[in-house]
């Protein structure tokens, strides 16, 4: 939204500079995203009366002399100081006002490009100096007008006039991010935003008479006929319509200041019916819309003129202005002509009341909407005009009424016939009561009674002050005033979030988050081994799933997903790691391990008590090695070290599928699931060939996943384990076991430490290798163990008596 | 491969190859029975290729050989060796979340973790948004077809908070709650949009807070972040579940590059709305407290200087090699 600062000052006095204000607006009521300055963006172009022109036979131009008061240098003049221009606007004549840029002034069309044009001298038709140039609307940034040049009314102006001075074009222009002010209808008006201004510079703001709702009322007159039928006032509160009549012929038109507002507000003069609706929106907030009177009861068939205003319905269609036929829809209100539709309401008038020259009777509407209707025909239809924009914030009905008759005084050739006025609900102000205390309590301060209420009385709420409290009427263009709490956001915001001491609370210590602290520690103690956390999407494609053997089925579905890549959440994070390491080994990494903690959501698991499905915290490795042919040890080495770094005790069994097939990717001969006590804590193992190949991984591609739920249960704070070390000297020992190859090597290792640990031995053992020669049928172990006894050196004999022990075990 | 896999795979390769020949026959048939031939043909054809791949795999599954699941290592095998350190890394938000949530936990904060799966009631009703506010149309969030909500902002968790933490309130002491997650909005992918990204939420409530208040923590939080005084900066905002409503911003600190004047938007935050307290059964006449949510993506952004928000979840190790340990 673009505002004019010198619009603006027309209703506010501001005695600081445009910095500080765009400051300050910025802190207490919107973000500027920009403040244009147009302070020198018509400098050198002048008022020119044109003293002499001649057509130059042959080609469209004119050969003109012109007045310009003698206030451009560097040119030549003739005797009696006039300056040379050539010009081809076919409207060019003698005696006529124009807006003259001279040499050296930038063409204002091109003040915002990277290069702005500079006119000069130009030698025109090989003979003709010409200097400067008498320029269009276009040229000057003030319309789309090509046609000719701009015709300047000679009342009250003098040859040399600075153009920029005659329509106050030094002015700065704000652009507005009006996201944050969807709930502020009023602030879409630029009486409401020099409202706003005001508050924040602590003045008393006066909304104009023609505004206040006491000045304004219907009279109907009897001889014209006009019915209003409004089918549901949720969808329209109300509607008012005049009809005018044309008493005249239009003058001829010249460039006002109307127009410039206009242009200055990213909108162009049209016609000056439609100009008139468009300046009174951006004026008030309020748009308009005008049909043509005749043509409007023509298509509805009877004498009169039927308003109807309803839900469109399926089916209907309706040709706008813009030439467009549209199919309406039911979340869609119409304007309808005795039931014909009309209008698109609150988007776009129709093309078969459109007014045009020979239009001489006019119906004005001037209305509210519902915004949520309103909103959907905005989506559904692709309109984005300035209109639907603000009706979209939910215009208040109260100014409908005196926006109409403020309409009906702008229109020299036009005259109010009458007057309707359908608002059934009526207008009851609304009344807030805050106590003075919650006010400073809940913000932080210390206001008097006083400035709170000045603060009100500047934004024009009446106010009623008690000994406690303030109660405040809400001027009718504040739709969003409600509740305490809104009255507190404006005493707040008008003087300044800023202005509040930004102060600590003190309040008692907090709990530390067991499952934070969990995967703090495996980040840290996987990446120390090399690993590299991830992050990969919740959502994959319905694809991913079955090239792992999960069922789409059992996945909740994006019924809106972006692409068909995020159409499902992950019922597990395994697969998003397989899929993400063909990449990484194309890049040239032979041997990788990827790891990824996050919540995962299958439609097999229950829902909480809310009836939200239940979140399962997982934990998903990948160990992915170009050249290795069996990578599951791999995984295990670091699964099996990560347990035991938070003491929980854990053992291997066969793989045990679930029913849902959440883990089908598991090669069951190569894998295992991990179990806590009776608990299924995890899996480990090989990813199926046909898995790894789907993924052009290499065969043995290996991981385990752990439900973090169960860890965050297990795993241990205080960790009870023996780290005691003896001082009496240990014992280094070599031994080898001979089994068969069946023989089952957790219970081998699990033997031994029982023979150990009953001899109450310090130890530590490590298998050192597992090996089969050629052939034969039986595999051997050898360990590496170091072992001592707390409390004394150990004879000959004892280590004799625990070694033969320990290589007896089979 | 067993012998009788084998011998399967053959003969339904045989009949593959009879098929084929028997196709060739199509030629000699009258123009109108070619087409409803061919299809019959094509349907047995795609039937047979589908037995022949499916006892393929199976005979290829049975061809893989069972290991000692609990053994440290393969038959004959090497002894298994973790990665080296230095390759290794943790991922730069989960670092930024750790350290963000660690500045919380010292100020006084419980962390709860937002969910990633939610429905309509905490993701809209419960934060006071009006049935039609136009973020619950479906341009915004993600819906699946149950109706759940991979929710677009950690606010989603408000309602659960006020009411697990309720009874501090009871003993005279604040709620102060911190939560951080992962959450989704359904726009297209560039440098600078996600459609997945994660937020950090605060949750305050006490008998005494104040705007000030909320001011004074964010600012302690951010100078504990970037470990230097700071000048902030307020604007005003809008949301349905805060009144008032702001933005906060703080000057641009320099060790990222910050000049003076220069103002960076960081959160979102407000007092908390009247409605929300009341409808997780705490009383707004008694009580009243403050929130904030902001991105962690644009910390890191930030903090790295980095360009593009797609490499968090590309799982790229050229990108993630860059945070190694």
Redesign the interface.
């Known amino acids: 939204m673009l505002i004019s600062l010198n619009w603006i000052k027309k209703y506010v006095d501001i005695d600081i500079e445009n910095d500080k204000l765009v400051e300050l607006i910025?802190?207490?009521?919107?973000?500027v995203e920009e403040a244009i300055d147009q302070t020198h963006k018509y400098d050198n172009i002048f008022a020119v009366e044109v003293k002499y022109c001649e057509a130059i036979e042959g080609t469209h131009l004119h050969l003109c002399k012109i007045d310009d008061g003698g206030k451009a240098k560097d040119v030549e003049r003739d005797e009696n100081g006039y300056v040379q221009v050539m010009c081809g606007a076919p409207n060019v004549h003698e005696g006529m006002f124009a807006a003259w840029i001279a040499p050296g002034a930038i063409v204002p069309q091109t003040y915002r490009d990277d290069e702005p044009f500079v006119i000069g001298m130009r030698k025109m038709l090989k003979k003709y100096d010409s200097y400067g140039m008498m320029a269009g609307a276009d040229e000057l940034d003030l319309g789309d007008d090509h046609s000719g040049i701009v015709e300047l009314n000679p009342e009250g102006i003098k040859p040399g006039d600075d153009f920029a001075k005659l329509f106050e074009l030094d002015d700065i222009i704000l652009d507005i991010e009006n996201k944050?002010?969807?709930?502020r209808p009023d602030t879409f008006g630029i009486i409401g935003f020099a409202r706003e201004v005001a508050g924040i510079l602590d003045k008393p703001f006066k909304t104009p008479e023609w505004l206040d709702l006491a000045n304004t009322t219907a009279k109907n007159d009897k001889a014209t006929k006009l019915d209003i039928e409004i089918a549901d006032q949720t969808l329209c509160p109300r509607y008012t319509a005049l009809v005018l009549d044309m008493n005249s012929e239009s003058k001829k038109q010249y460039l006002s200041l109307q127009d410039t507002l206009l242009a200055r507000s990213g909108m162009r003069p049209i016609d000056p019916i439609v100009d008139a609706t468009n300046y009174l929106m951006l004026l008030t907030g309020q748009p308009l819309h005008a049909f043509d009177y005749d043509k409007f009861t023509e298509v509805g068939g009877a004498k009169t003129p039927k308003i109807i205003v309803r839900a469109a319905k399926k089916g209907e269609k309706l040709e706008l202005l813009d030439g467009k036929e549209i199919e309406l829809i039911e979340s869609d209100i119409v304007i309808t002509s005795n039931d014909k539709p009309v209008a698109l309401a609150g988007a776009m008038g129709g093309k078969n009341t459109e007014i045009d020259a020979n239009t001489k009777r006019v119906i004005l509407e001037s209305a509210t909407f519902s915004l949520?209707n309103l909103?959907k025909t905005q989506?559904s239809h692709g309109i984005f005009s300035e209109a639907i924009t603000r009706f979209t914030k939910g215009q208040p009905a109260g100014q409908t009424l005196p926006v109409a008759l403020e309409f009906a005084k702008m229109l020299a050739n036009f005259e109010l016939v009458a007057t309707f006025d359908e608002y059934p609900g009526g207008y009851e102000p609304e009344r807030v009561t805050v106590s003075l205390d919650r006010i400073n309590?809940?913000?932080?301060?210390n206001y008097s009674a006083a400035k709170i209420e000045k603060t009100l009385q500047n934004v024009e709420f009446a106010t009623k002050l008690t000994k406690d409290e303030i109660t405040v009427t809400v001027p009718y263009w504040r739709t969003d005033i409600h509740?305490p709490?809104?009255v507190?956001?404006e005493v707040?915001?008008l003087n300044g979030?800023?202005n509040?001491?930004?102060?600590?609370?003190l309040?008692?210590?907090?709990?530390?988050?067991k499952?934070?602290q969990l995967?703090?520690r495996i980040?840290?103690n996987?990446?120390?081994?090399?690993?590299?956390?991830?992050?990969?999407?919740?959502?994959v494609h319905g694809d991913l799933m079955q090239k792992v053997g999960q069922d789409p089925k059992n996945a909740?579905?994006?019924?809106?997903?972006?692409s068909p890549d995020?159409q499902y959440?992950r019922q597990s994070i395994l697969p998003?790691?397989l899929d993400?390491s063909y990449?990484?080994l194309r890049?040239g990494?032979e041997?990788?391990?990827?790891f990824e903690?996050?919540?995962v959501?299958t439609r097999t698991a229950d829902v909480d008590e809310?009836?939200?499905?239940n979140?399962n915290y997982q934990l998903a490795f990948l160990f992915v090695d170009q050249k290795s042919s069996?990578n599951?040890?791999?995984a295990?080495?670091?699964l099996a070290q990560l347990l035991e770094a938070f003491g929980i005790a854990f053992?291997?069994?066969?793989?045990k599928a679930t029913k849902d097939a959440q883990f089908a990717y598991y090669?069951p001969?190569?894998?295992?699931s991990i179990y806590a006590g009776d608990q299924c804590i995890g899996h480990?193992?090989e990813v199926?060939?046909?898995v790894s190949r789907g993924f052009k991984l290499p065969q043995s591609t290996a991981g385990f996943e752990l439900s973090l739920d169960s860890l965050v249960a297990l795993a241990q704070d205080v960790q009870l384990k023996d780290r005691r070390i003896s001082q009496y000297p240990s014992v280094s020992r070599d031994i080898t076991l001979e089994l068969p190859l069946d023989r089952?090597?957790?219970?081998i290792?699990q033997s031994l430490r029982q023979i150990l640990a009953d001899a109450g031995l310090i130890y530590k053992l490590v298998?050192?290798?597992?090996?089969?020669p050629d052939g034969a049928d039986a595999?051997k172990l050898s360990f590496h163990i170091d072992f001592a006894h707390p409390d004394k050196t150990m004879t000959k004999a004892e280590i004799q008596a625990i070694m033969e022990k320990l290589e007896q075990t089979k | 491969m067993s012998s009788v896999e084998e011998s399967k795979i053959a003969s339904l390769k045989a009949q593959l190859k009879q098929l084929n020949t028997e196709y060739a026959k199509i030629k000699d048939l009258p123009a109108e029975k070619r087409a409803d031939f061919g299809k019959e043909m094509n349907q047995k054809k795609q039937q047979i290729m589908a037995e022949i791949a499916a006892a393929e795999?199976a005979a290829?599954?049975a061809d893989?050989?069972?290991?000692?699941?609990?053994?440290?290592?393969?038959?004959?095998?090497e002894?298994?060796e973790?990665?080296?350190?230095?390759?290794?890394?943790?991922?730069p938000?989960?670092t930024e979340l750790?350290r963000v949530?660690a500045i919380?936990?010292s100020m006084?904060?419980?962390?709860?973790?937002s969910?990633?799966?939610?429905?309509e009631?905490?993701m809209f009703d419960s934060l006071n948004f009006a049935k039609?506010h136009?973020a619950r149309?479906?341009?915004d969030t993600?819906?699946?077809?149950?109706g759940?909500i991979?929710p677009a902002h950690t606010s989603t968790m408000q309602n659960r908070v006020l009411k697990a933490y309720k009874h501090?309130l009871d003993e005279g002491?604040?709620i102060?709650v911190a939560v951080p997650g992962?959450v989704?909005r359904?726009?297209?992918?560039d440098a600078t949009h996600e459609?997945?990204f994660y937020q950090c939420e605060g949750v305050?409530v006490?008998e005494?807070?104040?705007?000030?208040?909320m001011?004074?923590?964010?600012?302690?939080f951010f100078e504990k972040y970037y470990g230097q005084k700071l000048n902030?900066?307020?604007?005003?905002?809008?949301f349905p579940f805060t009144?008032?409503?702001?933005?906060f911003k703080i000057e641009k600190p320099a060790c990222i590059g910050g000049k003076k004047g220069d103002f960076l938007e960081m959160l979102g935050c407000g007092?908390i709305?009247?409605n929300v307290l009341k409808m997780a059964g705490i009383d707004p006449t008694k009580y009243?407290g403050f929130a904030w949510g902001g991105g962690i993506d644009r910390l890191v952004m930030l903090r790295y200087q980095l360009d593009d928000v797609r490499h968090?979840?590309?799982?790229?190790?050229?990108f993630?090699?860059e945070f190694s340990?």
């Open positions: 910025g802190a207490r009521l919107v973000e944050s002010l969807t709930h949520f909103r989506m309590n809940l913000l932080g301060t509740i709490e809104d507190i956001e707040g915001r979030f800023d509040i001491a930004p102060v600590l609370p309040h008692a210590t907090s709990d530390p988050n499952m934070l995967k703090t980040r840290n996987l990446s120390a081994r090399g690993a590299n956390e991830v992050l990969t999407y919740s959502f909740y579905r994006i019924v809106n997903s972006i995020l959440i998003s790691l993400k990449g990484n890049a990494y041997k990788f391990a990827l903690m996050n919540q959501y809310d009836g939200v499905p979140t069996s599951y040890y791999l295990k080495k670091y053992r291997l069994e066969p793989f090669e001969k190569r894998s295992a480990l193992g199926k060939a046909s089952n090597y957790a219970e290792e298998p050192t290798s597992i090996y089969r595999k | 795999a290829a599954e893989v050989e069972a290991l000692d699941i609990t053994a440290p290592c393969d038959l004959n095998g002894m298994p973790f990665l080296t350190a230095d390759f290794g890394s943790r991922h938000l989960m750790d949530t919380y936990q006084g904060f419980d962390i709860v973790e969910r990633q799966l939610d429905d009631y905490h039609a136009p149309d479906n341009f993600f819906r699946t077809e149950e759940f991979p501090k002491q604040a102060a992962r989704y359904n726009e297209d992918l459609h997945t305050y006490s005494t807070c104040t705007l000030g208040n001011l004074g923590i964010l600012r302690e902030i900066a307020t604007q005003p905002g809008y009144e008032p409503s702001l933005e007092m709305h009247p009243h968090f979840e590309a799982a790229k190790l050229d993630l090699k340990c």
